[in-house]
């Protein structure tokens, strides 16, 4: 962490990391062409006349997507979160192909293209752009190449720089020096003066808040020519409950058919091992602090509570290790079929039952214990304001190996900017997790 003497000496950042910059760039125009190569495939394969010459005439105008994506801030995009990015790359694609279309049509070429494969085009490329850079953060985000230094300064320097050590991806690697350093972050209250002398020596200064975390979607407002933040509490507001409940009962309704069809053989799966019952329910607390059952389905032994007690007793590591968590990272309760539930995350399907009556949404704080509610402290009245999620930002921010304090802080942090773009970018994750077995198991 920087110390205020070093901050003295004038400072000028490097450029822009341009390695970065170069490596996004490219997967986006990789991408872009492979969602085109796809959609004419698909096209073609569906008995459509497709002229290739007439599509490569195209090419150059691909270089469009870049600029706009660059003119939304994502080269290099460094501290940009994973949703912010989603909202904008959709932006600037729909942009874009809205370009094109104004451009075939004023040219009277528009005609001579397929609108189908317009509109494939068009889907693939939200899709795969996001995708593809996904994929070259989880390969490269780790290496020395990626990303910008950034000086951490202030009583907050340890925390912001372990947060910064856990998130690679953000591409904002903490260095002890000011030199060669991408930007400054000021990690805690500093005096007006040191402040505005750290604003003109550093090209990019980012400033943590006093209070409030909910500022993922927070706007500038200027009060008279002074500058203010507006910090709303979007998982709050009436437009946006109504807007994410529509979107609980899409996705709600889909995980539903899910666990119609693959409840004849876990049903079968469960009652040839142990003969036991099907489902589980738990009570737990929900919206408003009213109670309801979590439905899942049944992973351990009918005579579990005598199997763990056994356990427990010729185990005492087990036994401490049941008495700090109450958790076992082997659980001798747990069915071999119960297991690959939990590893694929298949024993939350019937969650979707919850989801459909309003007890839960598909994304939201993790559903607690009544036991647990003290542990929320201060933020206990915010968390009773929305519904528990089937899944949520904890669970792909580390799940198990993250602190109680960890999970409130983000529990708390999804309401204060809950968007659809944060549902989509936890749910992707989510999904990604589950293909990988990353679930309890």
């Not at 490219?26 to 062409?33: A, H, N, V, W, Y």
Request: proline residues 7%.
């Amino acid at each position: 962490m920087g110390t205020l003497g070093e901050q003295r000496t004038y400072i000028r950042a490097r450029p822009l990391p341009g390695l970065t910059a170069m490596a996004l760039l490219l997967s986006d125009l990789l991408c872009l062409l492979l969602a085109w190569a796809l959609a004419l495939a698909l096209r073609a394969g569906t008995g459509g006349s497709i002229d290739p010459s007439l599509y490569l005439r195209l090419l150059p105008a691909l270089a469009l997507f870049p600029f706009l994506y660059g003119a939304f801030g994502l080269y290099p995009g460094l501290g940009v979160h994973p949703a912010l990015e989603l909202k904008r790359l959709s932006g600037g694609t729909a942009l874009g192909f809205l370009l094109l279309a104004a451009g075939a049509f004023l040219s009277k070429s528009g005609p001579l293209y397929s609108r189908l494969s317009f509109l494939l085009a068009f889907a693939l490329a939200l899709f795969l752009v996001p995708l593809g850079r996904a994929l070259l953060r989880h390969l490269f985000a780790r290496k020395a190449w990626w990303g910008g230094k950034v000086l951490v300064v202030g009583a907050r320097g340890e925390e912001v720089e372990a947060l910064l050590r856990q998130a690679p991806g953000l591409g904002l690697k903490p260095t002890p020096t000011p030199e060669g350093a991408y930007a400054l972050v000021v990690a805690g209250s500093l005096p007006k003066e040191e402040a505005l002398a750290l604003l003109e020596r550093f090209p990019r200064v980012l400033l943590l808040p006093e209070v409030g975390e909910g500022l993922l979607w927070a706007e500038v407002r200027d009060l008279g020519g002074v500058g203010a933040l507006e910090v709303r509490q979007n998982g709050l507001l009436p437009g946006n409950l109504l807007l994410k409940r529509g979107l609980d009962l899409l996705g709600g309704a889909g995980l539903f058919l899910l666990f119609l069809l693959l409840l004849p053989p876990i049903a079968l799966a469960l009652y040839l091992e142990d003969g036991g019952p099907l489902f589980y329910r738990h009570p737990r607390v929900g919206q408003g602090g009213k109670r309801f059952f979590v439905l899942k389905f049944r992973t351990m032994r009918k005579d579990g509570d005598e199997v763990l007690k056994r356990h427990l007793e010729a185990h005492p590591g087990a036994k401490e290790e049941w008495e700090r968590h109450r958790k076992l990272k082997e659980d001798p309760r747990v069915l071999r079929v119960g297991r690959w539930l939990r590893k694929f995350s298949l024993d939350e399907l019937p969650q979707a039952v919850n989801i459909l009556k309003g007890e839960m949404s598909l994304v939201g704080p993790r559903p607690v214990t009544e036991e647990e509610l003290p542990r929320y402290g201060e933020a206990l009245p915010l968390y009773l304001k929305v519904k528990p999620g089937l899944t949520g930002l904890w669970q792909v921010s580390g799940r198990n190996g993250l602190s109680y304090e960890r999970r409130v802080a983000l529990d708390r942090y999804y309401v204060q900017n809950w968007s659809p773009w944060l549902d989509l970018y936890i749910l992707a994750r989510t999904l990604w997790a589950a293909l990988r077995g990353e679930g309890a198991g």
